[in-house]
């Protein structure tokens, strides 16, 4: 059974030790979610927007299997 909404563990542990192209499949996934929390009086704010963005990378940057 698959499940279309989860990101592939593969893409996950690429992610998590730093490779841009798998980072940003993150950041396409997740996308369409950022911009919902970017919408401020029904329109995107960008500088919203990018705050998320590098708060997502950072804790990809950060994750840890272990523990």
Sequence with gaps: M?????????IIEKAVAG????????????SP???YLSKYRGHINDDIQDRLKAQLMKAILQFRFDT
């Design 19 to 30: 490779e841009p192209e798998a980072i940003e499949l993150v950041l396409q996934h997740y």
């Design 2 to 10: 698959s499940n279309k909404k989860l990101i592939p563990f593969e």
């Design 33 to 35: 979610r950022i911009k």
